[in-house]
């Protein structure tokens, strides 16, 4: 084998498949402590009332807790920069009021699951009502109900940026404006939430296995909590079946289970499951965009004015807060486009909704859907192609790094030729509609900054802050390699890339290295696996861990050589002297069995180390994609079905070509789900509709086109290998394409959708508008 | 999301079936396939102090060609229909309900008995079976009884059969090979409950015509007979289906008047052609 067979850029199976192909993984619903109780929870049934009771039977009340009982807790609470920004911390347990429906109000411990629901219908709480407010539009009433007293209304975060439009928008010829919603989901990891918490005497430590992926952000919160020492408390991910930022966030039920752990000195294990999980458990969106861009004859756009609300729940979750959704896409609007004129105004309002967590690109999805159909909607008005409008307003390659409107710097790329790619592989693939069925493609394009950069997260304040990222390395003395680094790897597929990475470096075949991750017990401190960053930030630190333990074998040979280090290269594996060639295994067994052939002042701190990375002037590499959609809709009943799929995208380097593939893929099916399928609705009463999957619909292989995918590699200029994150991307362009498409195939029709997930309903309904508008025509010209 | 403790019995004979059901006293449910009452006692919307699983009952799984009807057993699951082992006395027709039903990995254990006594407004079974004129047999501990599958539908979730009877089979007059059908199912996705079902049958040697409708939004299967005339008469257009939806069911929004006005039309049409 040589580097390029295994090292970056090789598309080597990944190492973590065969374990979880054969059902040999470990998640936490498979570890089992003796003595271990099962906790269920008594959540609230109504959206907004007030505690007056809990009726607990005597004979169980050693085993029902409730606010009173976790009184010592201390509040861990988010904090924000954002000037004004109202922020309230959700307590662990509701004390006298609730706030959402599945808010916590009591935890029962049981020898099973079962049983200890079977307690939780024992427990007889008293609520008594309070208005409910249940949407945006209920927050943003004047004479409606606030959600705390002490506020004059229901507005959390209001934010804003003007680069001066007055004088664009004087001179334009041409103004679009459209209203877009983006409907709040689920996010649906395959693995729920879960979690097991017991107190170690020897360790003198709380263990918390925990299905999350931060697990050093959650040993901070914890710790805060409980007011325990950062090294009393050792928190584990083990395989975790996927995160999509629902488990980058503290849980309720982290808190809970971690005290009552050590409360009653018993192991205690919380599993959600599917109906917790889309009731009661945090999700995602719900934004509305007021997009009006102003263009000229040709439909290049020269200023955006925009207007974002966001709806901001109830609580807002450590460490994100409320704001990261309109904070976000407010700074990302103007998409992969040279746009010269930007002004806009978020407002963020709480409602009575469980917590929002960020998902899976975050607010990208939203922003890229709310500028891409307003590109669609400015080549309607000026009789464009939307493909050709688009080519026509792209960042130029010539540009780059190009300084957008909002401040970033977009590093590197192509973004037309990116775009051109996709356009030629949609009219390689052309498609035939069943009789009575309307076709129609459409295109979306973002740019998305990975590996989010420290002055972003300092900016807003937020107690999460990225920055160092490291790894240690530690080589045996057979010359197998052992890696630990503080991210967590729940599909990411990091110990195939990670071990790449060492490979590249060092050499040794990716089987001789082992990835250790998701433990605080073993590695370097990490903010953890998010914001596409582990690829950029610990990929770069393991690189540079290899390259200090190169440096320290090479020493060891040139020893062994008799030659300066200088003279020893390290290439595909093995140490190369002026006159003699040695296995890495050779120098690091003579370091640890053979010390006597060494003198002894060298390598006395060893074949362990620790390196780091932080990218210089803290750029992050720029992520970008073209996606198209070809659908066919029937317009009688409204169903929308998906014929073709295209993606190109450019990460830079990929190190693992195969499984960028399958990160764009998975990704484009989650988005796929926000475009036509995924929502969480509520009724006036803030009561979840949307409680089991008979409900709440997923994409499935039946829903999916074969996704085809091109690549181009752009390297960023910033980091190492020239690799960009690409973990998110898939999923953030198709609810703008999908939609792009449904209007392109609505055409001859008049009508077209402003709103995601594109459901029947919504597609007639744009229809019978469009229906209603000709009919009023009609008259009026009568 | 766990049921609470209960009682577990799984008989063998629908005698020994009943005789549970009777010492139940109302607190004892039927298990067929389980994939719907199962997650119900789950979520606990469902309560049971006593399950009798009929899944032992061997008579209740039998596929019998009975001269002028094909009987099946109430726990003859939809994947068996799917595969075609009910034999083709409706030109495809019941293949094809089975095998739209959810997904593959519930067709192989829920059953058309189940699907029936269960009472969904949204499934799919109740929709072809009164489309196909079939009838059940009951068992009780005073005997048994037929019933029309359209008596035998009394509401949502709510049929004809009393808390110590078990439905056992279901009977569909065979149609000659005349005759036409059409099946049209309007959902977000595949294998998603049906927002709009409609089912049209014309076998003109029988003389079986009917037009049958479903979905949760209307309140469970209902024949439209100011259609079936139409159907073996004369032409149909939308004004007129949207005319006996609206006579037949109520008003409805505009969607679900529409969506069923087009599933209705589809289904008279491919019948017609």
Known sequence: ?782 | MKAPALEFHRPDTVQAALAILAEGDGAARVLAGGQSLVPMLNLRVAFAETLVDIGAIQELAAIEDAGNHVRLGASVSHARIEDGQTGDYFGGMLGHVAGNIAYRAIRNRGTIGGSLAHADPAADWPVAMIALGANVEIAGSNGSRKLPVDEFMVDVFTTALQEDEILTAICIPKASPKLRWSFQKMRKKAGAFGEAIAAAVHDPESGLCRVVAGSSAIGGPQRFTLLETALQDGDVDDDAIRDAVTRTIGSLGRYETQIHTVCLRRAIEEVRT
């Open chain 1, 1 to 782: 084998m040589t580097i390029k067979e295994t090292g970056v850029g090789a598309s080597i199976l990944r190492r973590e498949d065969a374990r979880f192909l054969e059902g040999r993984g470990r998640f936490i619903g498979d570890i089992e402590i003796p003595g271990m109780s099962d906790v269920a929870f008594l959540r609230s049934p109504l959206a907004h009332a007030r505690i007056a009771s809990i009726d607990t039977p005597d004979d169980v009340a050693d085993r029902v807790f409730t606010a009173a009982d976790l009184s010592d807790v201390k509040l861990v609470a988010p904090a924000s920069k954002v000037p004004r920004h109202r922020i309230v911390a959700a307590p662990p347990i509701a004390s006298d009021r609730t706030r959402y429906v599945g808010e916590i109000v009591a935890a029962c411990i049981a020898p099973t699951r079962a049983e200890a629901e079977d307690l939780v219908e024992m427990l007889a709480p008293d609520f008594e009502m309070l208005p409910v407010i249940a949407s945006m539009d209920d927050a943003l009433s004047e004479d409606g109900p606030r959600l705390y007293d002490d506020w004059d209304s229901n507005v959390s975060m209001e934010t804003g940026f003007d680069s001066g439009i007055d004088e664009i928008i004087a001179k334009a010829p041409v103004k679009v404006t459209r209203v877009l919603d983006m409907a709040r989901q689920a996010m649906v990891p395959l693995e729920g939430k879960g979690v097991l918490a017991y107190w170690s005497e020897r360790d003198d430590q709380l263990v918390v296995y925990s299905s999350t992926q931060s697990p050093h952000q959650i040993r901070t919160a914890l710790c805060q909590a409980l007011e325990l020492q950062q090294r009393q408390i050792r928190v584990i991910a083990p395989d975790v079946g996927g995160g999509f930022g629902y488990k980058a966030i503290l849980h309720s039920e982290e808190v809970i289970v971690a005290a009552l752990a050590l409360k009653t000195g018993r192991p205690l294990r919380w599993l959600e499951d599917r109906f917790e999980h889309l009731t009661a458990g945090a999700n995602a969106r719900e934004h509305r965009y007021e997009m009006t861009a102003y263009a000229d004859q040709r439909g290049r756009v020269l200023a955006i004015d925009a207007k974002l609300t966001t709806d901001g729940v109830a609580y807002s979750v450590w460490p994100h807060t409320n704001g990261f959704d309109a904070i976000q896409a407010s700074g990302i609007l103007t998409g992969p486009y040279d746009i010269g004129g930007y002004r806009v105004r978020t407002q963020t309002v709480v409602t009575n909704k469980p917590p929002l967590s960020p998902y899976r690109a975050v607010a990208r999805p939203g922003a890229c859907f709310a500028i891409e159909c307003t590109m669609d909607a400015v080549a309607r008005a000026v009789g464009r192609d939307p493909a050709e409008v688009r080519l026509d307003n792209l960042v130029k390659p010539e540009a780059m790094p190009y300084k957008a409107i909002t401040g970033k710097e977009y590093d590197s790329g192509d973004y037309p030729a990116c775009l051109r790619r996709a356009m030629e592989m949609v009219a390689d693939a052309p498609q035939t509609p069943a009789p009575g069925r309307l076709l129609g493609t459409g295109y979306a394009v973002y740019t998305e900054h990975t590996a989010v950069s420290t002055s972003t997260i300092s900016h807003i304040g937020i107690p999460m802050m990225p920055g160092f990222e490291q790894a240690a390395a530690l080589m045996q003395p057979d010359g197998s390699l052992e890696l630990r680094v503080g991210v967590q790897s729940h599909g990411q597929g990091m110990e195939t890339t990670m071990a790449q990475i060492a490979s590249q470096v060092l050499g040794i075949e990716p089987e001789r290295v082992i990835l250790r991750h998701g433990d605080t017990g073993l590695s370097p401190f990490s903010t953890g696996t998010y914001a596409s960053r582990a690829v950029v930030m610990t990929g770069g630190a393991v690189a540079a861990a290899c390259d200090k333990i190169a440096v320290k074998l090479r020493e060891i040979a040139a020893h062994l050589m008799q030659c300066e280090t200088a003279n020893v290269r390290l290439e595909e594996g093995l140490l190369k002297g002026p006159s003699a060639t040695m296995m890495i295994a050779e120098a690091a067994e003579t370091w640890h069995f053979r010390p006597y052939e060494l003198p002894e002042d060298v390598l006395r701190d060893g074949l362990e180390v620790t390196g780091g990375y932080r990218p210089d002037g803290d750029k992050g590499p720029f992520a970008y994609a073209a996606h198209a959609a070809t659908v066919s809709v029937d317009p009688e009943l409204g169903t929308v079905e998906l014929l073709d799929y295209v993606a190109v995208d450019d990460c830079g380097t990929r190190v693992n070509p195969m499984i960028v593939d399958g990160q764009v893929l998975g990704g484009v099916v989650q988005g796929i789900g926000t475009g036509l399928f995924e929502e969480s609705p509520f009724d006036d009463q803030g009561q979840p509709l949307a409680t089991t999957f008979a409900d709440y619909s997923l994409p499935t292989a039946a829903e999916t086109p074969m996704i085809r995918l091109d690549h181009s590699e752009t390297l960023s200029p910033y980091t190492r290998f020239g690799v960009k994150g690409v973990g998110e991307g898939g999923a953030i362009a198709p609810p703008a394409a999908v939609v792009n498409a449904i209007n392109d195939a609505l055409r001859p029709l008049g009508a077209e959708l402003c709103a995601v997930p594109a459901s029947p309903k919504r597609v007639l309904g744009a229809i019978f508008d469009a229906q209603d508008r000709a009919k009023a025509d009609l008259e009026t010209t009568k």
